[in-house]
């Protein structure tokens, strides 16, 4: 993988960018427990992004780069009708322990999402990936985060409408091999549908929400991880 770092035009910001050693964890094999639906809800927008004040904000950034995250700071973006992105960050490299590997289409994150992702992928998808399938990974696809839009199928804003929900779609390893979330999930080999679902069990010990095939076909092809309090993963 080629460790050249790709520049966008954000001439006043400085990258951000640290190496740090983080405790091992044990992998996480836990299934993914069955949650009650999401009640409905009768509002026609999710409320606006929390304000976050420079401090937090400064926090959040200086403790992700600790994690040992490639990325650039971006301005807050209020557009209105339940859209707004406060603290986010472009996102473009994540730490594994054998070295950096690359996030793809993650322009606009909100910060702390950008930290339990790069927890999540270094523990619970490089790891589990080099142990399970005996390669590393070196990309994780994704669908995107910012996208101002309502939860298929309702009238209430989804929590990618503040960037705080990102969709993975697939994973690539050092050895060449493409797994994917749409491919994969029934059509890989044993190990490979073990792995993927390896993952997903264990964005459900650190997202507040996790979406997949099993919960409907909008799902079928991505896991959609959000933050966010208490534990709905399908």
Not at 10 to 24: G, N, Q, W
Not at 122 to 145: K, N, P
Not at 153 to 174: E, K, T
Not at 175 to 200: A, H, N, P, S, Y
Request: with cysteine; net charge positive; aromatic share 6%.
């Amino acid at each position: 993988m080629s460790n050249r770092i790709r520049r966008l035009p954000f001439h006043r910001l400085p990258r951000c960018s640290t190496a740090v050693t983080v405790p091992v964890l044990a992998l996480m094999l836990a299934a993914c427990a069955s949650d009650r639906p999401t009640p409905p809800r009768t509002t026609t927008s999710a409320p606006a992004a929390r304000p976050v004040t420079t401090a937090e904000a400064r926090i959040c950034r200086r403790e992700l780069a600790e994690q040992g995250a490639d990325f650039v700071p971006l301005d807050d973006l209020l557009t209105g009708g339940g859209c707004s992105s406060t603290n986010a960050v472009t996102l473009f490299h994540l730490a594994g322990d054998n070295g950096r590997f690359e996030v793809t289409n993650a322009k606009r994150i909100a910060c702390p999402l950008s930290q339990t992702v790069a927890a999540w992928a270094r523990y619970g998808v490089d790891r589990a990936a080099r142990q399970m399938l005996g390669s590393g990974i070196v990309r994780i696809e994704t669908f995107g985060s910012y996208n101002c839009r309502n939860v298929a199928g309702s009238s209430r804003r989804s929590a990618h409408s503040n960037a705080n929900a990102l969709d993975v779609s697939g994973f690539v390893l050092a050895d060449g091999r493409r797994i994917t979330v749409k491919d994969d999930w029934d059509g890989g080999t044993e190990m490979e549908r073990r792995f993927l679902r390896v993952v997903q069990a264990s964005a459900c010990k650190r997202f507040g929400t996790v979406l997949g095939p099993e919960y409907n076909a909008a799902h079928e092809d991505h896991f959609h991880v959000e933050l966010g309090d208490g534990s709905f993963c399908r």
